[in-house]
């Protein structure tokens, strides 16, 4: 049932939805907000309900008052209008229920049973571990139909056996159509606009490989450290919370074939095909491809800031990565010999994601030769803060006296200040909507995620094989030194443009 076309009109469909977690801190921080600025912009259809599902002894009232509260804090005054704030308090419901046993269930299903003739979204923002228990037990209770869509967060397991165990317990209750894992890097509005300026501009479409293309780097700093997430974090570190999801879907819309057209499976299809021709880490990869790094006390924005070990929590014999700067690449005929350098850390000195491409020089230089190394194209997608898109172009420095004097800059589209009316949405909003209509070219097919897996495992178990300390970094630093020396022995550095 897609209601999808080319123009990206959508008719607005009816739903209900019922989210397990809804108490935690994912739902009241960007799901309820998410959820709100669809129905103020019109985009929650008439009679969608929303049900909270909590282990936490409830009433409605209370659970409305927690709601209430969420949106306060997380959705900017200006944008909490009255009448758009009572419709949506009007939708809710909630249950108060023990996931893992069949008994609570029986709410659910009562509660659909007011709304049979449209389509249940499940979605599930709790821990990974008990997705089989409850779909089953949505299931067994007879609270689901063939029309029910499940919605599931990040991380799916922490290894390629553990993520196939989830993804088998979720298959065994919905069919893969009817499955949406989240990634929310895909949701992001740049994010989406790589599709756009990759596939709709054929100066981009022609110069998009080996040929013209030296090589691309994408990084993805953090400000914040750990956030009370220790126990999981610790047991992760960064190149399962960030890489395996986040960093390698951003390199499959960049290195992927431009697909047949904007289904959902033709381009999964042509991401599938990046993710299995990431070149693996071989042990002699290890000490010059990669490195791991975690934080020790140091200071951002004037703030003196605990090291990794000195988080509340802490287990002060952790070798866990908060930071991981890697070479790898695609191999195929599109990316053959292309460094993709890739870098994500937590408590660097700002907040910043962004992917260069890097385009080669010219074949035959004729300017001033002390200006030769400014001399080539780079694209700057910049996904946050201040999403935009920007192609570094080389022209003359005006005035008289330069002669030919080349000037570097950039060729600007930032979304905010070109778009100045339309709000940038965050990545849920449109995560949300997508599942709604029943859409899923930006959800992760169960393939994608165990081939990134695959690819992770592989240095997992190198990293496991060597069980080296990671080097250390200050927080509000941009990472241990020899990530730096990792690019500059190819001659080249991180774009510095910040
Ligand atoms: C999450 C990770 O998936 O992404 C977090 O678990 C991380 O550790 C977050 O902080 C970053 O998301 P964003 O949208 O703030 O870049």
Redesign the pocket.
Known sequence: MSHHNRTGQVASTEIDLALFGALGDLAQRKLFPALFQLDREGLLAGQTRLLGLARQELDLDGFTSRVEQALHTHVKAEELDREALTRFLARLDYRCLDFTTVDGYAGIRDWREAGRERPMVVYLSVAAKIYGDICRNLEISGSLDDQSRVVVE?PIGHDLASSAAINDAIGAVFPESRIYRID?YLGKETVQNLIALRFANPLFGTQWNQNHISHVEIT?A?Q?GIEGRWGYFDAAGQLR??VQ??LLQLVCLIAMDPPANLDADAIRDEKVKVLKALRPFTDDMLGRDVVRGQYIAGTIGGQAVPGYLEEEGANIESHTESFVAMKTGVENWRWAGVPFYLRTGKRMPEKL?QIIIHFRQQPHYIFDPDQRGLAANKLVIRL?PEEGIALEVLTKDSGLDKGMRLRRGPLHLDFNSAFPKSRIPD?YERLLLEVMKGQQYLFVRRDEVEHAWQWCDNLIAAWADRDEAPRRYPAGSWGPVASIAMITQDGRSWYEDY
Do not use: F, I, P
Request: glycine content about 0%; proline content about 0%; overall charge negative.
């Open positions: 990040k929310h993805v953090e914040v919370d960030m999801n986040h994601s946050q990545a």
